[in-house]
């Protein structure tokens, strides 16, 4: 894990591998802030939608628990929103290294849409 300083104060950079351990053991609440349409297309599974767009910090949940990481494309988005969300008094946050485009580059699961029937299915690379 790797450390980002903003104005707000340090946020955690996890790897692809460090999320999909930390899913796989349910101690994350993975949070995905791309489009409803990025999502519905291809997204990690177990992952929580609450898009950019509609994003407010004081309605995320708890941490207790379970530590809070955010997802989008490039990992733009959710550093943003994880700053945001630090902003608001939530620490420690932390958010994909790369998103989800360096998530499918390590070949990690995630669910996607079979193109045949539009369907979910999940996809193993």
């Not at 053991?25 to 349409?37: K, M, N, S």
């Not at 945001?84 to 669910?111: D, I, S």
């Amino acid at each position: 894990m790797e450390m980002q300083t903003t104005d707000a104060g340090e946020i955690e950079v996890w790897t692809p591998e460090e999320v999909n351990a930390a899913l796989d053991r349910g101690e994350i609440a993975l949070i995905d802030v791309r489009t409803p349409q990025e999502y519905m297309f291809e997204h990690i599974e177990g992952a929580l939608l609450l898009p950019m767009s509609f994003f407010r910090a004081d309605r995320l949940p708890s941490q207790e628990g379970k530590r809070i990481v955010f997802y989008c494309g490039s990992s733009m988005r959710s550093g943003k929103m994880a700053e945001k969300a630090l902003a608001a008094g939530y620490a420690p946050v932390a958010h994909l290294q790369g998103g989800f485009g360096k998530w499918k580059e390590a070949k990690m699961p995630y669910m996607g849409t079979d193109m045949a029937t539009g369907a979910p299915k999940t996809v193993t690379p």
